[in-house]
């Protein structure tokens, strides 16, 4: 936790940028950058009946609620890495969890 996905952004590279996001974001989550999981999620869009080929680049970050501030840090260092690797129009959009509603092994992250 944090849960990354990538949509709209090809796989090839988001490889070459993996490894210096999980440390920014680390360091702005102040956590290990293993707490990351970083998925490449295949879409195609559709418009009007036709498949139009890649889909907009959109990230979905899944995580425990940190605050506004933290939110803003993350959301910037996404897209600064992302525009490293000619992405440069995306949107980031947070899911939050509750650790009562998100379990590890059958047991609420609460109680972990």
């Avoid at 949509?7 to 702005?28: D, F, H």
């Avoid at 990230?59 to 506004?68: D, N, T």
């Avoid at 490293?84 to 949107?91: K, N, P, Q, S, T």
Wanted: hydrophobic letters at 35%; aromatic letters at 12%; glycine letters at 8%.
């Amino acid at each position: 936790m944090p849960q990354l996905l990538f949509r709209g952004v090809p796989a090839e590279k988001l490889q070459t940028i993996s490894q210096p996001l999980s440390e920014e974001l680390a360091l702005i989550c102040e956590c290990g950058t293993d707490n990351f999981t970083m998925e490449y999620v295949h879409t195609t869009a559709i418009y009007g009946g036709l498949a139009e080929g890649q889909s907009y680049p959109f990230v979905e970050v899944g995580w425990f609620e940190r605050g506004q501030a933290v939110r803003d840090r993350f959301a910037k260092a996404v897209t600064e890495q992302l525009a490293r690797i000619g992405v440069h129009e995306l949107e980031v959009a947070f899911r939050t969890y509750r650790e009562d509603s998100y379990y590890i092994n059958g047991r609420p992250c609460s109680q972990a």
